[in-house]
C-alpha cells in the first residue's frame, strides 16, 4: 500500500471493512520496489475473530444458538442484565457431588458447533475462580473421538493460573484425566478473565488478559503440534462451569461462571 502523497513505505498497514465475523477470507498481496515492479506476491487465508456476545439477549434467544448441556441435571443456567448491553450469561451449580472437568460426560457446559481447522475466539469472563475447587474456561470437543483440550481458569496456592490441558482417558476406556500443555499463573491485578484462541493450520496461539481484553499481545503463547497433535479437529467448542471436592470426605462447594461474550 502507497500512503497518500504516494511516498513509499516499508511498513504496511490496510484496514479491511466489512467483513463477517467467522468467515474465511483470501487475500492476495503483491510488494512492489520503488520503480513499480513486482518484487514478491503470495496469499493468505485468515478467518476473522468470533466473539461470542450475549448482550441483548434473553435465555431463549442463546439457547437458539447454543445447547446447554446438563448431564448430572442441576445445572442453572440464566442471563443476568437480560436484553441490555451489559447481558452476561450465569452459568452455576449447586453445592454437592462435583462436576470436575475430566468427568466422563465432561462438565456442564453451553456448547455449540464450530469449524476445525482455521479459527479465531474470543470469549470474556465476568467471574474470577476464587477458590481451588472452581474452574472455569472454554472446551474445545472432536466429536469423532475421546480428545477434548481445555484452555481454563483455576484457582491455585494464592494465584489464578491458566491450564491448558487435554482430557482423555488414562488407558482405554478407562477414566479421563486432564493431561497439561502448559500452565502458569495470571499477574495481579484481575478485574475479568479474557482468553482468545486462534487455530492456523498446525498451530494454536492462545491469548490470555485479565484485564477485559486489554493485554491480550503481552499474554500470549504458541502451541505446535508437538504439545497439540495436528490430527486433532475440534467441531465443537463450549464454555464450561466446573468444581470438584476439596477431599473424600467432603462435598464439591459448587461454582458460578458468567461469560460477558
Not at 447481558?87 to 464450530?114: T, W
Not at 472455569?136 to 490441558?165: H, N
Request: net charge negative; glycine share 8%; proline share 9%.
Amino acid at each position: 500500500s502507497v500512503p497518500p502523497g504516494g511516498v513509499p513505505q516499508v511498513d504496511h498497514a490496510v484496514v479491511v471493512t466489512g467483513l463477517d465475523p467467522a468467515a474465511v477470507y483470501d487475500f492476495r498481496i503483491t510488494a512492489s520496489n520503488v520503480n513499480g515492479e513486482a518484487m514478491a506476491e503470495g496469499t493468505l487465508e485468515t478467518e476473522t475473530t468470533l466473539r461470542f456476545d450475549f448482550n441483548t439477549c434473553d435465555p431463549a434467544d442463546v439457547l437458539a444458538d447454543w445447547q446447554l448441556v446438563d448431564v448430572a441435571g442441576d445445572l442453572q443456567f440464566s442471563v443476568a442484565g437480560g436484553a441490555t448491553e451489559d447481558a452476561i450469561a450465569v452459568l452455576e451449580v449447586p453445592q454437592g457431588p462435583g462436576h470436575p472437568a475430566n468427568a466422563e460426560a465432561l462438565p456442564p457446559r453451553l456448547e455449540r458447533s464450530m469449524g476445525a481447522s482455521l479459527f479465531e475466539h474470543e470469549v470474556i469472563m465476568a467471574s474470577v475462580p476464587d477458590t481451588p475447587t472452581q474452574l472455569q474456561g472454554v472446551l474445545y470437543r472432536e466429536s469423532s473421538s475421546d480428545r477434548w483440550l481445555g484452555v481454563f481458569f483455576q484457582f491455585v496456592t494464592g494465584k489464578v493460573r491458566y491450564l491448558i490441558a487435554f482430557v482423555r482417558p488414562e488407558v482405554p476406556g478407562g477414566p479421563l484425566v486432564l493431561d497439561a500443555v502448559t500452565s502458569g499463573p495470571i499477574d495481579d491485578p484481575i478485574s475479568s478473565l479474557g482468553l482468545r484462541v486462534r487455530r492456523q493450520a498446525d498451530h494454536w496461539r492462545m491469548f490470555r488478559s485479565q484485564s477485559g481484553g486489554a493485554l491480550w499481545q503481552t499474554m500470549s503463547q504458541e502451541l505446535g503440534p508437538d504439545q497439540i497433535p495436528s490430527d486433532f479437529a475440534p467441531d465443537r467448542i463450549g464454555l464450561i462451569v466446573a468444581d470438584v471436592a476439596p477431599s473424600s470426605t467432603l462435598p464439591a462447594p459448587g461454582a458460578v461462571a458468567a461469560y460477558d461474550s
